[in-house]
């Protein structure tokens, strides 16, 4: 008998593997109405192998540590739940303002292969296991590329916000105007009607970024909003109206019109150089005088080169084994 009640039945879920997976949310996808559009899912990438050509050591290692990170996400729920019945039973939650949100993007970076065993328990505090690049792929779906990647794969968080008393909108609206976490402090500086200090000892104050979100409260929609800079080490996004700019890891930037193509499959850069020009010089300045951010991280973005990342699972090698550079990095963090 498992120690962790619902495993075996979470286990046989996952054990039509990562393809299947994806197929299926893709399904409830389009079931919800999710993205308010007719979308075109890209093809799994190269670097996931197809869950049939694994071998069985791969796919019983794969099936045991997505088992737990779903039993994470599980227990989120039961807290979850946990506090809203709490709330319920203070007569509170009607004028509650909930915001729950997701952390962004897939997690693909596979660093701990030297600590890989069939045999350990997904429920030991000892056992490290590092996330799965495969895995990654079918929770982003549909889109591409993980997080630190400034593609949607990367920064597409899904929101939900409960508050009863205070939404105009109707119950279970799916609203897809642009938003971003800087937008949180403004928004709840206009409904707590809270004062924004000037000044606060020992800080030099810069000013507040992102809007308040009550426009989409109260309507479903943002007329219009700045900008929104997106960066992480060396991969750099813009999201600006229905256009958005894409570098991965410095290389050639990528234009995408959101509104077209929310995939993300049809770069439009060389169809639209000025466009790309002036969101670029947009990204610089924003950059330098919002985020601040050093000068390596804004040095002009560079040739292709490829787009893939030695932190990702490589299905090539025996679920258990590690390379010498990947070894070294393990070490050095």
């Known amino acids: 008998m498992s120690l962790v009640p619902g495993l075996p039945a979470l286990r046989h879920v996952l054990h039509a593997g990562g393809d299947a997976i994806y197929q299926t949310r893709l399904k409830k996808q389009k079931m919800l109405g999710l993205f308010g559009q ?20 791969w796919k019983t290692f794969e099936e045991m540590r997505m088992t737990a990170i779903a039993a994470m996400i599980d227990r989120i729920d039961q807290e979850m739940g946990r506090l809203v019945a709490d709330l319920k039973r ?3 939650l009607e004028n509650t303002l909930i915001l729950f949100l997701s952390d962004n993007g897939a ?14 328990k997904l429920w030991d505090p000892a056992v490290k296991w590092s996330d799965s690049t495969g895995w990654a792929w079918a929770r982003n779906a549909p889109f591409r ?5 400034q ?3 990367g920064i597409c968080t899904p929101a939900i916000v409960h508050w009863p008393a205070g939404l105009k909108t109707r119950p279970g609206s799916v609203v897809d105007s642009p938003a971003h976490i800087i937008d949180v402090v403004p928004t709840l500086v206009e ?29 479903g929609k943002m007329k219009q909003r700045p900008p929104i800079h997106l960066l992480f080490g060396e991969d750099r996004g813009l999201r600006d109206g229905d256009w958005k700019l894409v570098s991965f890891k410095g290389q050639p930037w990528e234009l995408f019109n959101i509104a077209e193509d929310r995939t993300e499959l049809n770069d439009l850069a060389a169809q639209h150089p000025e ?9 610089y300045k924003m950059a330098k005088d919002v985020l601040h951010a050093p000068k390596k991280a804004t040095k002009p973005v560079g040739e292709m080169v490829n787009q893939a990342n030695r ?10 084994k590690v390379a010498a550079h990947e070894l070294k990095f393990l070490r050095k963090r």
């Open 38 to 57: 007719k979308i075109k899912p890209p093809e799994r990438p190269d670097h996931v192998r197809a869950w049939d050509k694994l071998d069985d050591d």
């Open 90 to 92: 203070a007569g509170e």
């Open 107 to 120: 997690c693909p970076y596979d660093r701990k292969r030297n600590q890989r065993n069939l045999d350990q």
């Open 145 to 149: 590329f993980y997080k630190q990647n």
């Open 151 to 153: 593609f949607e794969g």
């Open 191 to 219: 409904i707590c009607r809270a004062p924004v200090p000037d000044t606060w000892p020992g800080r030099d104050l810069r000013q507040i970024s992102g809007v308040s979100l009550t426009p989409i409260f109260e309507t």
């Open 275 to 283: 466009r790309v020009r002036t969101m670029a010089g947009t990204w």
């Open 311 to 320: 932190e990702w699972s490589d299905f090539n090698k025996p679920y258990n």
